[in-house]
T-cell receptor
Framework: DSGVTQTPKHLITATGQRVTLRCSPR?????VYWYQQSLDQGLQFLIQ???????AKGNILERFSAQQFPDLHSELNLSSLELGDSALYFC???????????FGDGTRLSIL | AQSVTQLDSQVPVFEEAPVELRCNYS??????LFWYVQYPNQGLQLLLK??????LVKGINGFEAEFNKSQTSFHLRKPSVHISDTAEYFC????????????FGSGTRLLVRP
């Protein structure tokens, strides 16, 4: 158990819809990262938050957004969903950012 | 920019045989190096990391890796594998800057046969 909790584990929805993925980092970790794992693109960094502030952005689509709340949990919002958004979305956390990241079990998103 | 190349998409090996999973990276700045393992339907688990110091790093489950700066490689090795080592292995790098975001290789599937 990594201590990083992601909900829900599975999400099935239709094209054009909007979903929210939630992540609770390990106790004491201030930094949260989001990654997308797909067959086409492999594991790709999406976005990082540190203590509520956006720290870095990767290959995140404009239809996607994220935020980190005062209690340090984070949410990834995906809107106007397309078939190609079907993937496993991972959250990872670390204390400051310069230590190894610990990953949650992911949310599997299926777009029908 | 950084990139990571895992040369083998799949490595079949018999139980109790040694194995090496290859990883090469490219970066114009100093990086940290990691190996993660992903078992079916699970998240990524850190196997080992190289931050600085000794170039031979030991991780969990009997794995070790050697950092070779001149060859920009970070190959993962285990002297004797078990059936339970069957999984996907990912090599990753992160820049030593304010982000530390991970750049992953495409993964190597280790298939251990009895």
């Amino acid at each position: 158990d990594s201590g990083v909790t992601q909900t829900p584990k599975h999400l099935i929805t239709a094209t054009g819809q909007r979903v929210t993925l939630r992540c609770s980092p390990r106790s004491g970790d201030l930094s949260v990262y989001w990654y997308q794992q797909s067959l086409d693109q492999g594991l790709q960094f999406l976005i990082q938050y540190y203590n509520g502030e956006e720290r870095a952005k990767g290959n995140i689509l404009e239809r996607f957004s994220a935020q980190q709340f005062p209690d340090l949990h984070s949410e990834l919002n995906l809107s106007s969903l397309e078939l190609g958004d079907s993937a496993l979305y991972f959250c990872a956390s670390s204390v400051l950012g310069d230590e190894p990241q610990h990953f949650g079990d992911g949310t599997r998103l299926s777009i029908l | 920019a950084q990139s990571v190349t895992q040369l083998d998409s799949q490595v079949p090996v018999f139980e109790e045989a040694p194995v090496e999973l290859r990883c090469n990276y490219s970066s114009s700045v100093s990086v940290y190096l990691f190996w993660y393992v992903q078992y079916p339907n699970q998240g990524l688990q850190l196997l080992l990391k190289y931050l600085s110091g000794s170039t031979l790093v030991k991780g969990i489950n009997g794995f070790e890796a050697e950092f070779n700066k001149s060859q920009t490689s970070f190959h993962l090795r285990k002297p004797s594998v078990h059936i339970s080592d069957t999984a996907e292995y990912f090599c990753a790098v992160s820049r030593m800057d304010s982000s530390y975001k991970l750049i992953f290789g495409s993964g190597t599937r280790l298939l251990v046969r009895p």
